[in-house]
């Protein structure tokens, strides 16, 4: 057993307490110092100094209000630093150490951002909720909670761009913003911090070298050169970022950054002029209005008349906004805002202007996966914005994606992003957009015998859409056709075979079709037979007025006859035998023609219908189908009067009653018209079709 000396051992704790206390202040002083520091670079945006010194003291900290500020400064560097995982690390632990009125509440909105950022949507809801009831009204909050709940859905059906790391372009280092430097699209300037800038040492605002703009050019075959510094004035010892080049390549827009321990000017705007083959020494662009205010990412409309900023300005919604200017040559009009349909209390940076005037820019205030995104204006035909269109995944990502840029008119192109599985930090990406692919995939069969359907070879099968006939196919030996369609078009199919059988057509559409897609029809044709029954054809008791009902039988029949426009027709209507013979043959006449007035209505010409009553003459046959609906009758009865006096249950003669009181038509002749179109034909000229396949989406018409 160990024994224990409580004198000695109190003497040891005064010893070691009389240290602490010698030593306390020290520490103090230790701490304060570099806190302080920290507090200097952190105060002039210089992060990547900041950071260091406010780690160092991190060890020593030990009140809650200096670790809450401590670590909420620290993830703000980190934030401003593009490393999402470190800044989430240190918004957490200043959460966990959370004073009121040491640090700010939107600790919570920055530590749900970074969370997003690293694609832990479910986590950032709760975090989002939780700001939202510090600060209900931040759009950036409500923004990045709808964002939570959307983003997945994104990932989970992607759109179809393809996008591929360049790996000629990129380094370890950064590399962004690519623009098009002449009208051939074989030519692209961009950012960089690699070997070889002119600018080697650190920029203690990124955490990177100092950046120039380099040049690389494609061949023939479509292989990229090694980048290279441009020639002339352009690049120096400061940071020259995002550029712009005029349509004929002669003029060039640019950011140029100062940073350094004692340096803390805004970024401009320059403007440089090429002569041969180099640059001419740069100029500042004087911006009316925003000579003290943070300014840069310039992009020029595609006639050069216009240009587009973004600048951090007091008259702004928050972050950097996007101004325009009119340009007449080196000289701008003053900015204008372009308003809060475009920025948000976030930043909007990066515009670029497409071939077709269509306007793209980089926020991260607006709904999206994370980090800036990348979005489209969408205006209407006078110029007015009627939305803004995120490009979702896998053009954008939770990381920070911007800078886009087409390649002309085709889906295809560069941008920049900072995510996971780069080369570095940021690296520049290719897009490309695969044609959409929609195949029609059909079937015609016979249905004449549900129990025995059949495929019908040799059916002529004709496409139209608006536009009039696309193709004309025929059926195969297993009664199948295909054929490629194009998006956004409506189209109609019709199958025939001959004047024994009936037409018929559907129609369908490719518009807001993403994917590709294959869309199966299934197009049934029947035998013309001597009579069919219109089913739910329905009329006021004891009138020959048709109910609202029956329009839907009826509006089939007009598709029938429309589809057919050969055949004519009787409309043939009967009474069950209750009252008198004349009165019952004068209904089911008005009955007939009350269908015949509905189908002239419609447009189909009245020497084609015929109207004809029977009465109660001609009492109905049990099919197999009625025994099927109704088992007391068997296939075969006639529904007689005799027949139905004997029935036992008062259902069941009802039953026999309505059965009798049907509507049908028969198929009188088959070549209405046939001479006309005969002589039409003679001029026709039908293109041929195409091949195509698969299986996605069924549109079944009824048959009768």
């Known amino acids: 057993m160990t024994k224990f000396y409580k004198p000695k051992l109190n003497t040891m704790k005064r010893i070691v307490f009389l240290s602490l206390v010698a030593l306390f202040p020290v520490i103090l002083m230790a701490q304060g110092s570099l806190i302080g520091k920290g507090d200097e670079y952190y105060n002039t945006g210089q992060y990547e100094l900041a950071k260091d010194y406010y780690q160092k003291a991190i060890p020593s900290l030990s009140s809650k209000e200096d670790k809450a500020q401590v670590n909420y400064k620290l993830g703000f560097c980190f934030k401003m630093l593009g490393d999402s995982d470190k800044a989430e690390m240190y918004f957490s632990e200043a959460v966990k150490n959370y004073?009121?009125?040491?640090?700010?509440?939107?600790?919570?909105?920055?530590?749900?951002?970074?969370?997003?950022?690293?694609?832990?949507?479910?986590?950032?809801?709760?975090?989002?909720?939780?700001?939202?009831?510090?600060?209900?009204?931040?759009?950036?909050?409500?923004?990045?909670?709808?964002?939570?709940?959307?983003?997945?859905?994104?990932?989970?059906?992607?759109?179809?761009?393809?996008?591929?790391?360049?790996?000629?372009?990129?380094?370890?280092?950064?590399?962004?913003?690519?623009?098009?430097?002449?009208?051939?699209?074989?030519?692209?300037?961009?950012?960089?911090?690699?070997?070889?800038?002119?600018?080697?040492?650190?920029?203690?605002?990124?955490?990177?070298?100092?950046?120039?703009?380099?040049?690389?050019?494609?061949?023939?075959?479509?292989?990229?050169?090694?980048?290279?510094?441009?020639?002339?004035?352009?690049?120096?010892?400061?940071?020259?970022?995002?550029?712009?080049?005029?349509?004929?390549?002669?003029?060039?827009?640019?950011?140029?950054?100062?940073?350094?321990?004692?340096?803390?000017?805004?970024?401009?705007?320059?403007?440089?002029?090429?002569?041969?083959?180099?640059?001419?020494?740069?100029?500042?662009?004087?911006?009316?209005?925003?000579?003290?205010?943070?300014?840069?990412?310039?992009?020029?409309?595609?006639?050069?008349?216009?240009?587009?900023?973004?600048?951090?300005?007091?008259?702004?919604?928050?972050?950097?906004?996007?101004?325009?200017?009119?340009?007449?040559?080196?000289?701008?009009?003053?900015?204008?805002?372009?308003?809060?349909?475009?920025?948000?209390?976030?930043?909007?940076?990066?515009?670029?202007?497409?071939?077709?005037?269509?306007?793209?820019?980089?926020?991260?205030?607006?709904?999206?996966?994370?980090?800036?995104?990348?979005?489209?204006?969408?205006?209407?035909?006078?110029?007015?914005?009627?939305?803004?269109?995120?490009?979702?995944?896998?053009?954008?990502?939770?990381?920070?994606?911007?800078?886009?840029?087409?390649?002309?008119?085709?889906?295809?192109?560069?941008?920049?992003?900072?995510?996971?599985?780069?080369?570095?930090?940021?690296?520049?990406?290719?897009?490309s957009l695969p044609p959409l692919v929609i195949t029609l995939n059909g079937t015609v069969r016979d249905t004449t015998n549900l129990d025995k359907i059949t495929m019908i070879k040799g059916a002529k099968v004709t496409l139209a859409n608006d536009a009039g006939l696309v193709a004309e196919l025929v059926s195969s030996e297993t009664g199948t056709f295909t054929y490629k369609l194009q998006p956004n078009q409506k189209y109609e199919i019709k199958a025939e075979v001959s004047k024994d059988y009936f037409s018929n057509s559907t129609k369908f559409s490719t518009f807001n079709v993403e994917y590709d897609t294959v869309i199966n029809v299934v197009m049934n044709l029947g035998r013309i037979p001597r009579v069919i029954v219109l089913p739910n054809i329905v009329y006021a008791y004891d009138s020959a007025s048709l109910k609202p009902e029956s329009t839907v039988s009826l509006d089939e029949l007009v598709k029938t006859l429309n589809d057919n426009p050969n055949i004519t027709i009787e409309l043939r209507s009967h009474t069950d035998f209750r009252g008198n013979d004349d009165y019952n043959m004068e209904l089911s006449l008005g009955r007939a023609k009350s269908c015949v007035d509905y189908l002239i209505a419609k447009g189909i010409k009245p020497d084609r219908l015929t109207a004809k009553g029977f009465g109660e003459t001609e009492p109905r046959t049990v099919t197999k189908e009625i025994a099927a609906e109704f088992p007391v009758f068997k296939e075969g009865d006639v529904l007689t009067e005799e027949y139905i006096n004997n029935l036992k249950d008062n259902k069941q003669k009802e039953d026999a009653h309505q059965l009798n009181r049907r509507t049908e038509f028969s198929v009188l002749t088959t070549d209405y018209g046939v001479a006309k179109e005969e002589e039409q034909k003679k001029d026709a000229v039908v293109p041929k079709g195409q091949p195509g396949s698969a299986i996605i989406k069924n549109t079944e018409s009824g048959d009768f």
């Open 99 to 431: 004073v009121k009125g040491v640090i700010k509440p939107d600790v919570l909105l920055f530590y749900a951002d970074a969370l997003r950022m690293n694609g832990k949507y479910e986590d950032a809801i709760d975090i989002y909720k939780q700001y939202l009831q510090v600060s209900p009204q931040d759009h950036r909050a409500t923004s990045g909670l709808a964002s939570c709940s959307v983003v997945p859905k994104w990932i989970n059906r992607p759109t179809r761009y393809k996008v591929v790391n360049v790996s000629k372009f990129n380094t370890l280092q950064l590399d962004f913003s690519a623009v098009w430097s002449s009208k051939d699209y074989r030519s692209i300037y961009f950012t960089s911090s690699r070997e070889g800038s002119m600018g080697a040492r650190d920029n203690y605002k990124s955490g990177q070298k100092f950046t120039d703009i380099f040049e690389v050019t494609q061949d023939r075959k479509g292989n990229w050169s090694e980048p290279v510094p441009l020639a002339g004035g352009i690049n120096t010892e400061e940071d020259e970022g995002a550029s712009t080049v005029s349509m004929k390549g002669s003029d060039m827009f640019f950011t140029r950054c100062k940073a350094g321990k004692k340096i803390d000017e805004p970024c401009k705007i320059f403007y440089a002029t090429k002569k041969g083959n180099a640059w001419s020494e740069p100029v500042v662009v004087a911006m009316p209005g925003f000579d003290n205010y943070e300014v840069g990412y310039p992009a020029l409309s595609k006639d050069d008349k216009i240009l587009y900023f973004s600048a951090e300005a007091p008259d702004g919604y928050g972050g950097m906004d996007l101004y325009m200017a009119q340009r007449t040559g080196t000289t701008f009009s003053k900015p204008v805002n372009l308003g809060p349909e475009i920025n948000t209390l976030g930043d909007e940076v990066f515009p670029t202007v497409r071939e077709d005037g269509t306007l793209y820019f980089a926020s991260d205030g607006h709904q999206g996966m994370g980090g800036l995104d990348i979005y489209k204006v969408k205006t209407d035909d006078k110029g007015n914005i009627t939305g803004i269109e995120n490009m979702r995944y896998p053009i954008n990502s939770s990381f920070d994606d911007f800078g886009i840029i087409f390649n002309g008119k085709e889906e295809s192109g560069y941008f920049s992003s900072n995510r996971k599985g780069g080369k570095g930090s940021d690296d520049i990406y290719s897009f």
